[in-house]
Structure formats: structure tokens, C-alpha cells
């Protein structure tokens, strides 16, 4: 069996055909993210776990039909929980919480028959791009690290499952995204993702940030691997791979700029690919894209990050208060945003003073957000069109280290990714090539109209046969 090859898909099949067993395939998993410890791509290894659920489904052979994850090892990132693992969000302060129970999310893949090899690693708190965590670390280096060069950054904040699958460690697992959390890391390492549509999955059970923007995500190593486990958590018959010929998506030049020439060659040439297999392929204009969105990303997740934590501290019951929580943060990019805004509720002026956050809060909720989706919506009626493409991440991954957390990595990684979020849109993320300079992934993003889920992922498998795998990392 090839490994580096193998899909959710594939191993579900084998495993359902008894060409292989669960047993086999866990320790594989087991092992190769023992092999990869330099990643720093987990926080938790459960192998005692892992093992005894890959038994239990081979012992019971027959009774598993219906199982449509049956035997397949999976991950899960450490915001999210998992009955019995320790879920530190990414932060000392939560690093001995252990949930009795399953997040509704974990508890539907579980069910499905996954096999959970542990928890991932992630960018403190879910707050940044980077993935460099000083307190988390299994490696030599602090920092979750690319699967195709350790010295660059995984992304964030599903920093470890992005990891994990790039690395071919497992074929696929669970992360959050808030602002383009499970497609940042899936871009930088060559996975596929997909946001939801706000609201599709159920939040319980998920360390926050902000619950009008929150949402868990499947990753993994393919749209039809995405799919599946879409399918597993929201419900629904098998997906079937769109006629491209019917498929018409739009290009806006606002989401062009900031492109490294690997990122701006692998765009153009993926467009002219999708345009010979029959896309229809439109320029558009969303000239108030940047301000609106402007309005509503750290308005809404700062002001929401300090209720939200507070509520779900409660729900712990570890006795934590979001101030003694933020005392322990490890993180200087996570500490400055709580002890600064958080913790104060205070936002950015335009003149940079710090002021009362609620009023700025409540004109994004009341006016700003409702105006970023009728800019969205109109766009798509008016254009007929399906999805809005652009990359999904303007460069390939940087250096990881302390500066990769900047305030100015943080707005250019999510300058193509915040704006479906602060929507509530759907989002995919394909990977499409390796850059021609940089051998590193790039991804493209396809977002599509509120609900659009499944049409989404239709036209996302059908371009996994355009653009293919990308090679494993050497």
C-alpha cells in the first residue's frame, strides 16, 4: 500500500474490504508521527487509544457496514474536544483540561467508525497564522513546522492538522477556522479544506474565539476525502463530481495583489486549466470589499473573544477565569492581543488611540456584516456565478520563527480568507501545484454562496482529477 498516496477515501475502501486492517494502518500513523516529531505537529499521541479502537473495529469485522469512516486514523485539533485527551486550546493554562465528553463534531466522526490518533497542535488560542507556539513542542524548535521544509511555518491556526496531513501522517482530520484557519495551513502544506457555511456544523464543545465567525472544518488529503467528512458531520448523500461545463467563476483583482511570482504562476496557469476543462471564467468588481471587511473582522472577533471565553471556561469546569487564562498565555503575539483589546474590550481608533469597543462592535454586527453579505450575494446573482477563486494564500510559506507572528504576516496570509469568514460563506481550498522557485504548495480558494456547500465540493472534486496530488514532501 502506498502511503504517501493513500486518501480517507482509499483506506475506508480497503479497510471495508478487509484488504487491510485498522491495526496496520494505526501504527502506521503512529509511526510516522513518531518518525516526524520534529513538526511539532502534535500536543497529544494517544496510542493506547488509537490501538485499542483500530482492535475493536477489526474484532468486529461484520458488524461495521454503514461505518463509512470505519478503521481510518484521523486527528483532531487540540481546540476541540475529545472525550478522555487533554484539549489546551494551544495554551498552558488549559494544558491538564480533559473533557468527559466528545464535541457534537468529534462525536459524529466517531461514530462514523474514525480512529482518533490524538490531538494537533496550533497557534495559541487559535489567534494567528503562523502556527509558532512556544508552549507546545515536541521538536528541537518551537513553532508547528511545514511538511515540506521545517524551516518555514505550517500556517495557522490549524497549524498540526495541516501539518500532519501534508507529512502523510494521516489523510485527513478536523481544525477550526475563524479567519482562514483551516485553509491557511491546508494551502501552506498541500491539503484540501473546507470552511462552512456558518452555522452547518455544531459549535459545542470548541475552544472560541468569536461565535459569529467560528466554525470546525474537515482537512484532508483531497476535495472527495473533504467531502466525505462533510458528509459524515452535516449529513447527506455521496457527492457527486460537478460537470464543469456548468460551473462559472469569477476573478476579482482586488484578491490579486501581494502574490509571490510562485503564487501569481500557479494562480494563472490553474485558471487556464480550469478554463480547457469548460469553466467559465468572468473578471469581476468588489471595489468595497476591503473597507466593509475592514469594519467587521477585528471588531467582531475581539470584542466576542472575551463572553465567548468566558462562557466556554465556565463549561469547562476547570474553575479558570479568562484573566488568570491570559496570565499563562506563552505566545507574545496571543499576550499583547488579550492584555491590550481583549481583556480591556478595547479596538483600534482610526487614529490608533484604544477606545470603548462595544459601539465599533455594534455597528459591525448591525450594518457593516449585513453589508459584507449583500456585497457578496449581490456579486454572485449579478455574475450568475458559482464560486469567486483567487489564492488562497497570497505567498508560500515563510521562516518560522518569533517574527513570523507579526500584526503584518497575520493581515497578508488572511487578506484572501478573511472576507468569506466575516460573511459566513463557504470556502474550499485545492491544492494546486508546487511553486516552480519555491517547490512549496500553493492553494486556491473557491468561495461560494451561503448554503452552496455541497455545490462547492462538487465542483472541488471534480477538479481533483484536473490538478491532481501534489507530490509527497521529499
Given amino acids: 500500500m502506498d502511503f504517501d498516496q493513500l486518501t ?14 485498522s491495526h496496520a494502518l494505526t501504527s502506521e500513523a503512529l509511526a510516522r508521527a513518531k518518525a516526524n516529531a520534529d513538526l511539532n505537529a502534535f500536543v497529544t499521541l494517544d496510542e493506547e487509544g488509537a490501538l485499542k479502537a483500530a482492535v475493536a ?6 458488524g461495521t457496514a454503514g461505518r463509512p469512516l470505519g478503521g481510518v486514523p484521523i486527528v483532531i485539533k487540540d481546540n476541540i474536544e475529545v472525550a478522555g485527551l487533554p484539549c489546551s486550546a494551544g495554551t498552558p493554562a488549559l494544558k491538564d483540561y480533559v473533557p468527559r465528553a466528545d464535541a457534537p463534531v468529534v462525536a459524529k466522526l466517531r461514530a462514523a467508525g474514525a480512529v482518533i490518533i490524538g490531538k494537533t497542535s496550533m ?83 470548541i475552544a472560541p474565539i468569536s461565535h459569529t465567525r467560528d466554525t470546525a472544518g474537515p482537512m484532508a488529503a483531497t476535495m472527495t476525502d473533504v467531502a466525505l467528512l462533510d458528509r459524515v458531520i452535516a449529513g447527506g448523500d455521496e457527492i457527486a463530481p460537478a460537470d464543469l461545463k456548468q460551473v462559472r467563476i469569477g476573478i476579482a483583482k482586488t484578491m490579486l495583489t501581494n502574490l509571490d511570482a510562485d503564487t501569481e504562476a500557479a494562480f494563472h496557469a490553474a485558471i487556464a486549466k480550469v478554463n480547457a ?65 481583549v481583556i480591556p474590550r478595547k479596538l483600534p481608533a482610526p487614529d490608533n488611540t484604544l477606545v470603548d469597543a462595544k459601539p465599533i462592535y455594534d455597528a ?51 487578506q484572501n480568507t478573511d472576507p468569506g469568514s466575516n460573511a459566513g460563506i463557504p470556502g474550499i481550498q485545492i491544492p494546486i501545484a508546487l511553486g516552480a522557485t519555491s517547490r512549496l504548495p500553493i492553494g486556491l480558494e473557491l468561495d ?3 448554503g452552496s456547500d455541497r455545490r462547492l465540493l462538487a465542483i472541488g472534486i471534480a477538479l481533483d482529477a484536473v490538478f491532481g496530488r501534489l507530490p509527497p514532501p521529499r
Avoid: W
Fill in 8 to 21: 480517507l477515501t482509499q483506506a475506508a475502501a480497503e479497510l471495508a474490504a478487509g484488504k487491510i486492517t
Fill in 57 to 62: 473495529f477489526d474484532t468486529q469485522g461484520a
Fill in 123 to 205: 497557534h495559541e488560542l487559535a489567534f494567528g497564522i503562523s502556527g509558532y507556539n512556544t508552549a507546545f513542542k515536541t521538536g528541537a524548535e518551537f513553532g508547528v513546522r511545514n511538511a515540506y521544509d521545517r524551516a518555514l511555518i505550517a500556517g495557522g491556526s490549524s497549524s498540526g492538522t495541516g501539518a500532519a496531513i501534508g507529512a502523510r501522517i494521516v489523510a485527513g482530520g478536523l481544525g477550526t477556522d475563524t479567519g482562514g484557519s483551516v485553509r491557511v495551513p491546508a494551502a501552506l502544506n498541500g491539503c484540501a479544506s473546507l470552511r462552512p457555511t456558518a452555522g452547518r456544523y455544531p459549535q459545542a464543545g
Fill in 277 to 341: 476543462q469548460g469553466v467559465t471564467v468572468v473578471e469581476i468588481e468588489m471595489p468595497q470589499l476591503a473597507e466593509l471587511n475592514g469594519q467587521v473582522g477585528f471588531p467582531i472577533a475581539l470584542y466576542e473573544a472575551y463572553d465567548d471565553m468566558v462562557t466556554y471556561l465556565k463549561h469547562t469546569g476547570t474553575g479558570l477565569t479568562i484573566e488568570a487564562m491570559a496570565k499563562e498565555i506563552a505566545s507574545p503575539d496571543v499576550q499583547g492581543t488579550y492584555e491590550g483589546l
Fill in 364 to 414: 459591525a454586527i448591525k450594518t457593516a456584516r449585513p453589508a459584507l453579505q449583500a456585497l457578496y450575494s449581490n456579486t454572485f446573482a449579478d455574475n450568475r456565478l458559482d464560486a469567486i477563486a483567487f489564492p488562497t494564500t497570497p505567498r508560500v510559506a515563510i521562516a518560522s520563527n518569533p517574527d513570523s507572528s507579526s500584526l503584518e504576516n497575520f493581515g497578508l496570509f488572511i
Fill in 448 to 450: 461560494g454562496p451561503a
